[in-house]
């Protein structure tokens, strides 16, 4: 299980990417900590982060909390059996949001966040699976972690105070990680870490809408577009035979309801749309404000040129595509679409960078007035920040 040639990004992908799991020693040579422990601490202080304190005194024994904590609380922990984890903390230090670019042979739009978890010795969270693709990337101190099989819906588990736990834990592969060491977990494979040396771990977890997710998104998004004079028609009348026949409903009937549904449903472009939207939507939208005044058209050149920096806001999320029919542009951000010429591709490919450049200088990037519409809006709309 632990990979025993140099990272080569390709090999990965074919052979453990959503496969089987794999440890990378080394992956960052080097690596230190982009945020303390006692960084992490007073993050989970504030209100606006979401964050848990687990603490397991005993054997089966395991309790919840969640954040805001209060800076007093931990005095009160002890020196073992107990973590703190802080989900998106990449949305709050800009160094732990550089750790998304080491996963640049991914795409970046399926990356939901980096969450930070701080385990002092023995400190550990239980056996669980998680849904998602999982980088475990270890920052200082150690973790031990043990690696079981795949899970499923039909796993027994149960709930230790709001902990989904496994009753079950059968490990098949067990290590130590060291600071820059990766563990590579795919969705519904079991795990157990417990903290060895007090330290950080860097979760980079991986967006992956359900089907059920993306049923109801997509038919939603259908129906607000649906013309309500479109109705069930009978695809031929016949009169019943008998009482009992009156009160059949046919088989041609039926295939002709779904074969009609399904039309309505096979929409590609439409869903090329909708799925755009979906997976650019924030994890957290209420910290994605407007600014106090909106800028106008005429004021764009000016405020770019005065202002120190213009940043993507930490929260929004971007991404892009390129339309099925002719040679247009399908630019998301936070959930909304934006079609826009072939010509605007170095503007989209600039606003979809992961890098946290000033683009200060966006203008120059584009190429025609719906470019410049664009930057206006996502300014307005708080998804690009002026400093």
């Known amino acids: 299980m632990e990979l025993k040639t140099a990272f080569n990004p390709q090999q990965f992908l074919d052979e453990y990417w959503q496969k089987k799991p794999v440890l990378i020693r080394g992956f960052i040579a080097d690596f230190e900590d982009p945020v303390s422990a006692e960084e992490l601490a007073g993050l989970a202080c504030e209100a606006e982060l979401e964050s848990r304190l687990i603490c397991n005194p005993g054997e089966n024994r395991y309790t919840l ?10 005095d009160e922990l002890g020196d073992a059996d107990w973590t703190l984890l802080v989900q998106a903390v990449d949305q709050w230090v800009a160094e732990v949001a550089a750790l998304r670019r080491r996963f640049d042979f991914l795409p970046n739009w399926r990356i939901e966040d980096v969450m930070v978890s701080f385990a002092a010795p023995g400190g550990s969270v239980g056996p669980h699976f998680d849904q998602y693709d999982v980088f475990l990337l270890q920052g200082s101190g150690s973790r031990h972690w043990q690696v079981g099989p795949r899970c499923d819906a039909s796993s027994p588990s149960r709930n230790v105070n709001g902990l989904s736990l496994l009753e079950q834990f059968q490990s098949q592969y067990s290590a130590r990680l060291e600071p820059g060491d990766v563990l590579y977990l795919p969705p519904g494979f079991s795990h157990w870490g417990v903290g ?33 004079a479109q109705r069930y028609t009978d695809p031929r009348a016949v009169v019943p035979a008998s009482a009992v026949e009156a009160a059949r409903i046919d088989p041609e009937n039926l295939q002709d309801a779904f074969n ?27 910290q994605i404000l407007p600014p106090t005044e909106p800028l106008q058209p005429e004021t ?20 892009w595509m390129r339309e099925e029919k002719g040679d247009g542009l399908l630019c998301f951000v936070d ?16 606003l979809c960078d992961l890098s946290f450049e000033n683009l200060r200088k966006i203008t120059q990037c584009c190429a025609s007035q719906d470019g410049l519409d664009l930057v206006l809006k996502l300014i307005n709309s708080g ?3 002026l400093e």
């Open 383 to 385: 998804s690009l920040v």
């Open 335 to 350: 959930g909304e679409a934006f079609s826009l010429p072939a010509s605007e591709a170095q503007l989209v490919n600039t």
């Open 300 to 319: 764009l050149a000016d405020s770019l040129q005065q202002c120190s920096a213009l940043l993507r806001h930490p929260a929004s999320r971007f991404a």
């Open 260 to 286: 009609k549904l399904l039309q309505v449903l096979d929409n590609k472009t439409e869903f090329d749309r909708y799925f755009g939207m979906q997976v650019s939507q924030p994890r957290y939208p209420e």
């Open 65 to 74: 909390e969640h954040g805001p904590l209060a800076e007093t609380r931990f």
């Open 196 to 228: 060895v040396e007090p330290g950080l771990c860097f979760s980079i977890g991986f967006r992956a809408p359900s089907m059920a997710e993306m049923l109801e998104g997509f038919s939603n998004n259908l129906i607000d577009q649906a013309d309500p």
